[in-house]
Structure formats: C-alpha cells, structure tokens
C-alpha cells in the first residue's frame, strides 16, 4: 500500500457556487436518486444573523437547482448535516450566538420530498452538537455530538432523529471537538474527532486527530491513535470496499511555535486521507483544489464514482487561514474513480 501523497490523483473538479459571499461548512447526500447539497451562505466564516442554510438538489452533480433555505431567525445557523431517517429527508444544524463561533444548541428540520419542510425544532439532550448520523437497520440511528463547554464527544442514539440520548463517551479532554463516525461491514464503528488540545490561534503541539473505535453495542470505546498528521477539522468519513477513508483540513506546514496543528496564520488544505486499519493512522493521499478557509467536506459514492463537496477560498490564491475566513469562498465538487481507491487500498 503507498504510504506518499498522490499528487496526480486523477479527479474532476468543478465549482458549484461562487457568488462572492463566504459560503462554507458543507454536507453531501444521495437521497432517492438524487444528490443533495447543504451548505452554509454568509458575509464570512464568523457569526452573522445574515447567515442561511442553502439546500441544493441535482441529478448529476454539477447541474444545480435550490430546494430550500433556512434561517436562524436572528441567529447565526451554520454548520448542516444531513440524514435520511425512517426515508425522509433530514437537516441538522447548530445555532450560535459568539461571533467567534461556539454553537449551543442543535436544531433539526424533516422534509418527504426534500422541498416542503417541517418547521426546526430543538434537538435533545441540550447543549450537544450533532454531528452526521449512521445506522445499521435504518430503525436505530447513531450520530456523533460534542460539546465545546465540556470537551467532549460522544455517540447519540435515536430512533426518531430529533430526541436522542446519550450512548456512550467516546472522547473527552484536550478539548475534544467536530467528530464523525462511520461503520464498516463487521459492524464496527470508527470515529474521528478533532481535539484542539487547548491551542489558540498558533495552534497547539499535541493537537491533531482521535481515531477511536467500537464494537455493538457501542457502548465501549478504544483509542486507536493521536494522529499527528492532520488536526482534521470538519471530517466526513466513508467507506470503499470496507476500507474507511477520511476528508478534512490538512495544514500545508505544521511547526511551532507558530505554526503548531490548527494554526490560524497557517496554510490550509481540503484532503483525501485513508484510515489505516491495523492502528488507525491517517496515510494522507492527496489534496483536493484549495486553499485558505477550506474543508467542512461531504463524500458519497454513487455508481463507481466518489463525489466529494467541500468549500474553499479561490484556489489559485493561498491565503492564511484566518485571511481566508474574511475572503469569499466557493462551493465545489471533485469527482474521483473509485477503481483508483480500489487501487490505494492494495
């Protein structure tokens, strides 16, 4: 298997959206034969009562039409999740009221028809912040959740999408934060969390990536390793040939004292990483198109294809991150073969 970034990984990539605004914090879903794109339209990466959930529909992933869009009724709304729960069309998102964003509280929306939607309600237990949900029966759904105030993640159990409970533990300390979870065929649950390890805006020396893992019932949870590779922020994680695979951040130069894991003044990357089974390690594959405030990615496989949604500042410029959380970014796609994956997994 290559352990060495792939630069030349062949990959389509187009832009969905550019429009001049900070759109970012995306999510990707097939949903009866279509896919479905959320994502996050604001003046920039901080907190705006301006700020709205855009949902895209489309039939081949680069012809676009808009099915909804939500506000946070004077708050900031950000960060979208979606699921398909008992086969409707779910949206989670997070309120937050810090301009420096620190959500509090979960909100969620259904639709049948992913065009006429219920109204959000509240997502309970309060104060946790849902992340994407899996299920293995498609009667009971797992969703990772964190909170910024506890330092935490942990796995939520629901049956109806909206009132959950708390499962299990699977992180805590070291400011444990945006987390993701997947299940492979033997029914084994991985999760990856970004832990911020207390770092500020230089970033922290032991910051980086949590990769745990659970057998069913789900209830105990085993740490794999501290990833030192990436602090991969925003993750979606996803399967090939029972193979886990992981998008998120990746920092271009990770060296302090300046520029330790999650670096503000840092460059940033969208990145491809596989999850290397035997201890959980991320083999960083290749760099999608991007630069600056980039990441918060979505991932679906759809016939023999991986399509991957992400947003970036533009990427023939390489801004620091946090020049890029005030520059416009776009909205964009990159498709991958899955034979290529089929040949990284070897």
């Given at each position: 298997?290559?352990?060495?970034?792939?630069?030349?990984?062949?990959?389509?990539t187009?832009?969905?959206?550019?429009?001049?605004?900070?759109?970012?914090?995306?999510?990707?879903?097939?949903?009866r034969?279509?896919?479905?794109?959320?994502?996050?339209?604001?003046?920039?990466?901080?907190?705006?009562?301006?700020?709205?959930?855009?949902?895209?529909?489309?039939?081949?992933?680069?012809?676009?039409?808009?099915?909804?869009?939500?506000?946070?009724?004077?708050?900031?709304?950000?960060?979208?999740?979606?699921?398909?729960?008992h086969?409707?069309?779910?949206?989670?998102?997070?309120?937050?009221?810090k301009?420096?964003?620190?959500?509090?509280?979960?909100?969620?929306?259904?639709?049948?028809?992913?065009?006429?939607?219920?109204?959000?309600e509240?997502?309970?237990?309060?104060g946790?912040?849902?992340?994407?949900?899996?299920?293995?029966?498609?009667?009971?759904?797992?969703?990772?959740?964190?909170?910024?105030?506890?330092?935490?993640?942990?796995?939520?159990?629901?049956?109806?999408?909206?009132?959950?409970?708390i499962?299990?533990t699977?992180?805590?300390?070291?400011?444990?934060?945006?987390?993701?979870?997947?299940?492979?065929?033997?029914?084994?649950m991985?999760?990856?969390?970004?832990?911020?390890?207390?770092?500020?805006?230089?970033?922290?020396?032991?910051?980086?990536?949590?990769?745990?893992?659970?057998?069913?019932?789900?209830n105990?949870?085993?740490?794999?390793?501290r990833?030192?590779?990436?602090?991969?922020?925003?993750?979606?994680?996803?399967?090939?040939?029972?193979?886990?695979?992981?998008?998120?951040?990746?920092?271009?130069?990770?060296?302090?004292?300046?520029?330790?894991?999650?670096?503000?003044?840092?460059?940033?990357?969208?990145?491809?990483?596989?999850?290397?089974?035997?201890?959980?390690?991320?083999?960083?594959?290749?760099?999608?198109?991007s630069?600056g405030?980039?990441?918060?990615?979505?991932?679906?496989?759809?016939?023999?294809?991986?399509?991957?949604?992400?947003?970036?500042?533009?990427?023939?410029?390489?801004?620091?991150?946090?020049?890029?959380?005030?520059?416009?970014?776009?909205?964009?796609?990159?498709?991958?073969?899955?034979?290529?994956?089929?040949?990284?997994?070897?």
């Amino acid at each position: 298997m290559s352990h060495h970034p792939l630069p030349t990984l062949p990959m389509q990539t187009w832009t969905v959206v550019n429009d001049g605004k900070h759109n970012a914090f995306t999510d990707l879903l097939f949903w009866r034969d279509e896919f479905w794109l959320a994502y996050i339209s604001s003046p920039s990466h901080f907190a705006s009562k301006h700020s709205r959930v855009v949902l895209l529909r489309s039939t081949d992933a680069r012809h676009w039409q808009k099915a909804a869009e939500f506000s946070g009724n004077g708050e900031d709304i950000r960060d979208p999740k979606l699921g398909s729960i008992h086969g409707r069309l779910f949206l989670f998102a997070l309120l937050n009221k810090k301009f420096d964003a620190e959500p509090y509280k979960s909100i969620a929306a259904h639709s049948a028809d992913g065009s006429e939607w219920s109204a959000f309600e509240d997502v309970t237990p309060s104060g946790w912040l849902i992340g994407r949900p899996v299920s293995r029966d498609d009667q009971t759904y797992f969703a990772p959740a964190h909170r910024i105030d506890h330092g935490s993640a942990v796995l939520l159990r629901s049956t109806n999408g909206i009132a959950w409970d708390i499962h299990a533990t699977i992180q805590t300390g070291d400011r444990a934060d945006e987390t993701a979870v997947q299940l492979l065929s033997n029914g084994l649950m991985i999760s990856a969390s970004r832990v911020e390890a207390g770092g500020g805006i230089f970033g922290h020396p032991e910051a980086g990536t949590q990769i745990s893992s659970a057998q069913v019932p789900y209830n105990e949870w085993t740490s794999l390793t501290r990833s030192k590779v990436t602090r991969l922020d925003g993750p979606v994680l996803f399967t090939h040939n029972d193979h886990l695979f992981a998008v998120g951040r990746r920092q271009v130069k990770a060296a302090g004292p300046l520029q330790w894991q999650g670096s503000a003044i840092g460059q940033k990357r969208c990145a491809l990483f596989l999850i290397r089974k035997k201890d959980g390690e991320l083999i960083h594959l290749t760099d999608l198109p991007s630069s600056g405030d980039t990441s918060y990615p979505g991932a679906v496989i759809v016939n023999g294809k991986l399509f991957i949604s992400y947003y970036t500042n533009d990427p023939g410029r390489d801004p620091a991150w946090l020049l890029g959380m005030l520059l416009p970014t776009q909205i964009r796609i990159a498709m991958i073969e899955t034979s290529y994956l089929i040949e990284v997994e070897k």
